[in-house]
């Protein structure tokens, strides 16, 4: 005798689903953990422009102390290139002996900015003696 036709077991729509809710899941983690490596690459970037940036302003800051105390009369407003970025020195301030320079650091849009205030001595012979030296928001 024909065997009764039943109907069709539905394992091969729960392992079908179960395949689908898991690929769903597994591209949903990619996603993210993908999204965080690309944050963490930006922050690192950004951490790497600033201090490229608070570099060049040191930098502008020593040569515009070396050439202060090679010149009691200089002036400052000059830019330096360095590698890929520019650091100015604007205009140094002088009060009798004390000079006071301001230096900025500048990577792509990352800006950072020095304030120095140093005496000149000149006994033996020329030097500089920083006051103060810091990192600031404006001049």
């Given at each position: 005798?024909?065997?009764p036709?039943?109907?069709?077991?539905?394992?091969?729509?729960i392992?079908?689903a179960?395949?689908?809710?898991?690929?769903?899941?597994?591209?949903?983690l990619?996603?993210?953990l993908?999204?965080?490596?690309?944050t963490g690459?930006?922050?690192?970037?950004?951490?790497d422009q600033s201090?490229?940036?608070q570099?060049?302003?040191?930098?502008?800051?020593e040569?515009a102390?070396d050439a202060?105390r090679?010149?009691?009369?200089?002036?400052?407003?000059?830019?330096?290139?360095?590698g890929t970025?520019?650091?100015?020195?604007?205009?140094?301030?002088?009060?009798?002996s004390q000079?006071?320079?301001?230096a900025?650091g500048?990577v792509?849009?990352?800006?950072?900015k020095?304030k120095?205030v140093a005496?000149?001595l000149?006994?033996?012979?020329?030097?500089m003696q920083l006051v103060?030296?810091?990192?600031?928001a404006?001049?």
């Amino acid at each position: 005798m024909p065997q009764p036709l039943s109907s069709p077991q539905p394992n091969g729509f729960i392992a079908l689903a179960s395949v689908i809710v898991i690929g769903a899941v597994g591209v949903a983690l990619s996603f993210a953990l993908m999204s965080q490596a690309i944050t963490g690459s930006e922050i690192s970037l950004s951490l790497d422009q600033s201090a490229r940036a608070q570099a060049l302003a040191d930098a502008c800051s020593e040569k515009a102390l070396d050439a202060i105390r090679q010149d009691e009369n200089y002036l400052g407003n000059e830019t330096v290139t360095l590698g890929t970025g520019t650091c100015n020195i604007f205009a140094t301030v002088k009060a009798g002996s004390q000079y006071t320079v301001t230096a900025v650091g500048t990577v792509k849009t990352v800006i950072r900015k020095d304030k120095i205030v140093a005496n000149r001595l000149t006994v033996p012979a020329p030097v500089m003696q920083l006051v103060s030296w810091q990192e600031v928001a404006d001049f």
